[in-house]
């Protein structure tokens, strides 16, 4: 496959359903509703990148920094966090972010799903999103002994179209990893995809043995069924409007869509005869409704947009799961007889690259080290001082003054806290992150991650500039409690750090964030400067109740519309403690059967 269908084909002609974005779920809802007899056009503003090595390949985040393959976001300067401006990368072109991000597969809780169907949208619980979510996936289990590695094939799809599986080896730092967590009174898991994911457990991968390359949504769900002729896909097609009018009982039916095709920025427009399905990801859906006409009437009238549709809820209650790494050097080049193997070579020459490359296929090789250990945890697991926060917590929550419908939100967190659900998350990689070249020596590092913020920010179209990228600002750390349980774990990994038996392994004094970042205030400082994106934006479209800011009902349809409806992670109201693409592509999955059974398909 090197081409896509050409420009003609599609403008100013008629298709039953018009998906707008050719992402995760993007390409999935499209795939499922082409099994039946309806035709579907998927809008794709970024390239194809058909058989690409950069997105199939490991290793490859420096060249998929690219503008062609990343849209780059950038967030407006942090009020709440040293006026920093936080980088936000996201897929670009066909498969989304599942062709750019980090391979890992895991599930949330059982009870951050089920919080979807008790802040009111009756069907999205953890029993639905296990039976979607395994529909998409097709977990291939390790033919060989990986030494401490389970899993639970029960908690794993077996059919689906993304393969996952696990590497072929692991590092021999997964071993004292897990022991010194045990010490520290941190249990091991056996998988996290079971919905009792507090602990240390293993993650599958997006990796499609024998070669173990990338399986994501474009190779997984499009190409097998690519020729369909009722499948049409138009990449490089840039959505500026859904087009609208309302019908007798004053609700907005979407009647086409209207985007900029190629280089040359060509002016196109195509009818939906059904449905308008907005697909575009938590960043770029809410500015498409707003560009539309949908949304906060007062942000719609900054941009001189003719308000269509009034609703408030559109491009709020952002959030977003942060990451930085704490890094350490290796004191020992063995543990118990095995060599301690890093990725650093990787980052020193273009020729240890290479060389690696050419093994990776046969299972062999550095670039198959990846992570080595993720544990979803609970404050308390990690920290004497859960308690004291969780007080503060709900002392600067009872004095705010916020709306009916995050305070909803806000007591089922503090539930989720009570109850020691997972709120933090601990990823291991044997290596320097950021990746920084130190030409001796092996490093690793503890990525740590707030998965439950309390602080929510909004996504809205840019008034200066409507069809450019939306102005972000996630009002990172706005929520004390989020930057204090950071620093609570920052320093659990210091402590980790000199635990047996990985004290014996550790250098104990951590290169990052160094010597000089001693007290709570030095690292809380520290976190504020060097705190980074997941791509796990989620909360802009949220699936609410109407009165409690919501923008789309279960049904995934956005109030006062008849057929226009958002199908992406921008639906969840509330984070979960895990990585979201398993969620991506359960929601599409779920949205598709919504569809057909609305249409009788």
């Not at 802040?119 to 097709?138: I, M, T």
Request: proline fraction near 6%; charged fraction near 20%.
């Amino acid at each position: 496959m090197t081409s896509l269908v050409d420009i003609d084909k599609v403008a100013n002609q008629e298709f039953d359903f018009i998906v707008i974005g050719g992402g995760t779920a993007g390409l999935v809802l499209a795939t499922r509703l082409s099994e039946a007899p309806v035709s579907v056009l998927v809008l794709e503003a970024g390239g194809a990148h058909l058989d690409d090595p950069v997105l199939l390949h490991p290793f490859q985040m420096l060249a998929q920094e690219s503008p062609k393959y990343n849209w780059r976001f950038q967030t407006v300067p942090q009020t709440f966090s040293a006026n920093q401006q936080y980088y936000w990368p996201r897929g670009k072109g066909l498969g989304g972010s599942s062709g750019i991000n980090r391979f890992l597969w895991n599930k949330p809780a059982r009870v951050h799903i089920d919080a979807f169907e008790e802040l009111g949208n009756k069907g999205w619980n953890w029993d639905s999103f296990v039976k979607y979510s395994k529909r998409s996936e097709r977990f291939i289990a390790p033919d060989h002994d990986l030494d401490v590695l389970t899993f639970d094939i029960d908690s794993h799809g077996t059919k689906g179209p993304i393969v996952t599986s696990f590497p072929p080896f692991l590092s021999n730092l997964e071993r004292p990893i897990q022991q010194a967590m045990n010490n520290l009174g941190i249990n091991s898991i056996l998988d996290n995809c079971t919905g009792d994911t507090s602990g240390l457990g293993p993650s599958a991968y997006i990796m499609a043995p024998p070669d173990y390359f990338r399986s994501y949504a474009t190779n997984g769900y499009y190409a097998p069924v690519a020729d369909r002729k009722n499948l049409t896909v138009l990449a490089n097609a840039y959505v500026t409007e859904i087009v609208t009018k309302q019908d007798q009982n004053g609700k907005l039916v979407a009647t086409g869509v209207k985007f900029l095709h190629g280089e040359e920025q060509k002016v196109c427009e195509v009818r939906a005869s059904k449905e308008v399905c907005l697909c575009a990801g938590a960043i770029k859906s809410p500015q498409i409704l707003e560009l539309s006409g949908i949304g906060d009437s007062e942000v719609l009238a900054k941009a001189g947009i003719e308000v269509k549709l009034e609703l408030p809820g559109v491009g709020n209650n952002v959030q977003e799961h942060l990451i930085t790494g704490v890094s350490f050097a290796l004191k020992a080049d063995d543990c118990d007889g095995y060599e301690l193997q890093t990725m650093d070579p990787l980052l020193r020459t273009a020729e240890a690259y290479e060389q690696n490359m050419q093994l990776y296929p046969q299972g062999k090789g550095l670039l198959h080290l990846s992570a080595t250990g993720m544990a979803f945890l609970p404050l308390d697991a990690i920290s004497n001082n859960a308690s004291k926060l969780y007080e503060e917590l709900k002392k600067d929550i009872d004095t705010i003054q916020i709306s009916s419908g995050l305070r909803k939100q806000y007591d089922l967190q503090l539930e989720h806290l009570r109850n020691q659900a997972p709120s933090l998350e601990i990823l291991v990689v044997p290596v320097l992150i950021p990746p920084i070249i130190i030409p001796t020596g092996k490093h690793m590092s503890f990525c740590v991650a707030l998965n439950a913020p309390f602080s929510r920010g909004t996504i809205h179209v840019n008034p200066a500039d409507p069809t450019g990228n939306p102005i972000m600002d996630p009002r990172v750390f706005e929520r004390q409690y989020d930057l204090a349980s950071m620093v609570e774990l920052v320093k659990f990994i210091r402590k980790l750090a000199k635990t047996a038996p990985l004290n014996d392994v550790l250098d104990g004094n951590d290169i990052r964030p160094g010597p000089t970042v001693q007290t709570d205030e030095d690292i809380a400082e520290w976190l504020k400067k060097e705190m980074g994106s997941t791509f796990h934006t989620i909360g802009t479209c949220s699936m609410l109740p109407l009165e409690d800011g919501g923008v789309v009902d279960p049904a995934l349809r956005v109030y006062g519309t008849s057929n226009l409806r958002v199908v992406d992670l921008s639906i969840m109201p509330l984070h979960v403690g895990s990585h979201t693409q398993s969620l991506a592509y359960g929601i599409a999955e779920q949205a598709a059967d919504i569809i057909k059974t609305e249409y009788g398909l």
